[in-house]
């Protein structure tokens, strides 16, 4: 067993890890910006981390925060994810939805994952993924994904899971638009057929996280690829984390000259 294998959440180790490298992030997060709000978060982020999420700390208030923008600025659309394991990022987004008094529209949930573990890694996700790939390796259970829904008081009337590899689900659903999109399955064929799939589909202005971005070359390699292959302009990227990144789907070139989304970020927004 190499050192990436035992640092995932799949054994005890990495549970233990994940924890330890979480509360120092959810006290400096108190400690920056000490507020009834940030409470409520903290609390959130301690009922899902280690158990039902992998995403740092700091990734998941970004997504809490990205939810309560995308009402702000009135996107229609539903909230997708892509890699979903025990459910815990999912949860946080749902939460985001339950927390913000000023929305009025009712969001669906569409969470896609195969509960089987992730597929075998390709050669554009490079040696290092190749070398630490297991079978079964961040194989997550629906089972948890529906309680952690109900241990934090969140309606699954809105919630659809559905189970199955991406190629054989994404375009079997039908979503109408989306607001915002979580992409987080690590390897290069996984990301780029959400992107072929979903991105279509998401509203000008919608965001488009990425969980993986600068942990894993194959997620860049099929984002830059397919940003390539389809000419899309105006892309700017913004780092979340050493990890990841995101970013909103830009005007169609017929309406860039308009005036675009502004969006001002907080908690733990780092933008480069
Ligand atoms: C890193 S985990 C997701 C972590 C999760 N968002 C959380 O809150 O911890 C990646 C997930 O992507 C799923 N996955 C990756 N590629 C997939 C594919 N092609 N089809 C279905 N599921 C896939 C795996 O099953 C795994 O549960």
Redesign the pocket.
Known sequence: MNLIQLRSPDFLIGKILFFAKGLPEILQFLMRQPSKQSLRLSWLLLQVKPK????SARRLINLYDLVQQANALNLSGDIV??????????AIMGAACQDDETQDKVRNFWL????????QPGVQDGKRAQDAYFEGW???EIEKVTQIFNQLGLSLGQVKIIP????S?LNATDIKKIALL?I????Y??VK?VFEELYAKVVEGGFIVL?DYWTWPGCRAAVEDYIKEHQIEGVVLKRIDRHGAYFQKPLQPDRSQEARCSVSLTGFQRKR
Do not use: R
């Open positions: 039902y999420t992998m995403v994810e892509c890699g979903v394991w025990n459910g815990g990022s999912a896609f994952d195969s509960f089987c573990g992730l597929p961040c194989q997550g199955g590899w991406f190629d689900t979580h987080d399955a690590d390897w064929a996984s057929v969980d």
